[in-house]
């Protein structure tokens, strides 16, 4: 009998399942809104529905070996979410036995950034590769280690906030409470906090086209305005780019001398700008890390994009419940 698994991806404002085989060919992509402005108890409620719709179309409950869940914040050993301070009243709640009480399927959740490189290392970039990392670059910086194959999410499921590593100290204030995080920099938030730092600090005489551009229409700013300026060669917009990229090259510095890794992968929305990226990252990561090391650690691009949520969270599935 072929095992699947069902993997959902719960985000601030939508949530996706799916059900995957083993090798992560997927079947009855399905999303809804995840509710959250009507708290905890809906998006539950959300999820069993979901969870619902997916068997419905599945016909039968018999082939499937599990649900997984890829959430903000942390789950506890026992399934309770943690921290996941962007979705009110979702903290404290049971993921797993409620999916027991009406499915009778086992149910295994983790941070969503953990659960996508999981995604990476069994269906994407990190294919076969026994320990990686990746980062994955959106409106902050979520973070997943993979070791010896394995999701390493630590003892209390917190593992891997490599977001609020500090890479300045002193540096830009973070809402985590810490200052000079490596997110408030090379996220997209972190691009655009530089962009409008840097075109304040240009005087009217020496204003470039991108400085007009974040003077004028800073409602405007993104990673994808900022490159679009960065690929022009504007000497304001390059200085957001290796800022950002300093940063994410000091956070790859410290993960590379802590694990050496064979692989790291870079991901999310602002990962669209691509290689002008990797190659600057490469760069500053080089100076930041122990030559030997760095030397057999790659640098790649994520391949999944937005599916990474569900496929990695349906790997869990079978990594947690496939020889049980
Ligand atoms: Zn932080």
Redesign the pocket.
Request: glycine share 12%; hydrophobic share 10%; proline share 0%.
């Given at each position: 009998m072929v095992q699947s698994a069902i993997g959902i991806d719960l985000g601030g404002t939508n949530l996706k399942g799916i059900i995957i085989d083993r090798d992560g060919k997927g079947r009855h992509l399905t999303r809804m809104p995840t509710g959250a402005e009507k708290g905890g108890t809906h998006v539950m409620e959300n999820i069993l529905s979901l969870i619902d719709t997916l068997i419905e179309k599945e016909g039968t409950t018999d082939t499937i070996l599990g649900v997984g869940i890829g959430t903000p914040g942390f789950v506890s050993e026992k399934g309770i979410v943690d921290g996941a301070e962007n979705l009110p009243g979702w903290k404290g709640t049971h993921l797993y036995e409620p999916v027991k009480e009406k499915f009778g399927l086992n149910t295994i959740g983790a941070n969503d950034a953990t659960v996508a490189a999981l995604a990476e290392a069994r269906f994407g970039a990190g294919r076969g590769v026994r320990n990686m990392v990746l980062l994955t670059l959106g409106t902050g910086i979520g973070g997943g280690i993979i070791v010896d194959h394995k999701l390493f999410t630590g003892t209390f499921g917190m593992a891997a906030e490599l977001?609020?590593i500090i890479v300045e100290t002193g540096g830009i204030p973070?809402?985590?409470g810490?200052d000079g995080?490596v997110?408030?920099y090379s996220s997209a938030t972190g691009h655009v906090t530089l962009a409008k730092k840097y075109a304040e600090e240009t005087p009217a005489g020496s204003d470039t086209p991108f400085t007009l551009f974040a003077k004028n229409s800073p409602e405007k700013l993104s990673s994808k305005t900022i490159y679009d300026y960065v690929e022009q060669g504007d000497p304001v917009a390059l200085r957001v780019h290796e800022t950002a990229s300093e940063m994410l090259g000091r956070l790859i510095g410290i993960i590379c001398n802590t694990l050496s890794p064979d692989l790291i992968i870079l991901g999310g929305g602002v990962m669209k700008s691509g290689k002008i990226i990797t190659d600057a990252v490469a760069r500053y990561a080089s100076q930041n890390c122990w030559p030997m090391i760095w030397e057999k650690c790659r640098l790649e691009i994520a391949r999944l994009s937005e599916d990474a949520g569900v496929l990695g969270a349906g790997a869990m599935v079978f990594d947690t419940f496939g020889n049980k």
């Open positions: 977001g609020h973070c809402n985590c810490l995080c997110e408030r």
